[in-house]
């Protein structure tokens, strides 16, 4: 089981970007998927996740309405949609699988994660 983050990088504040997250070794349809960051100097938080049928997201407060998670389980992919993005939206942004199909979005409840991508923004 791995998953693979990509899609960060330097982006101006107000700018977009978009992660994405490819899943290997299982299948992610059955799973419940979200996304965490951490910023330099502060604990990981979550983020935003998103159920296994894709009927039910979260979003921290910080990012409701500008960010936007989705799924593609065709492609065995999942996405992080930025909008507006803000300097203390700066961290780095990790993918993750939930252990089972409900969106929890517990750091103790995830059981795989991905090895994180930059996301810097400047203001």
């Known amino acids: 089981v791995q998953l693979q983050a990509s899609g960060g990088g330097l982006v101006q504040a107000g700018g977009s970007l978009r992660l994405s997250c490819v899943a290997y070794?299982?299948?992610?349809?059955?799973?419940?998927i979200g996304w965490f960051r951490q910023a330099p100097g502060k604990e990981r938080e979550g983020v935003s996740c998103i159920s296994s049928d894709g009927d039910f997201t979260y979003y921290a407060d910080s990012v409701k309405g500008r960010f936007t998670i989705s799924r593609d389980n065709a492609k065995n992919t999942f996405y992080l949609q930025m909008n507006s993005l803000k300097p203390e939206d700066t961290a780095v942004y990790y993918c993750?699988?939930?252990?089972?199909?409900?969106?929890?979005?517990?750091?103790?409840?995830?059981?795989?994660w991905g090895k994180g991508t930059l996301v810097t923004v400047s203001s």
């Open positions: 070794g299982f299948t992610l349809e059955y799973y419940a």
């Open positions: 993750a699988r939930e252990g089972g199909s409900s969106c929890e979005l517990s750091y103790y409840g995830m059981d795989h």
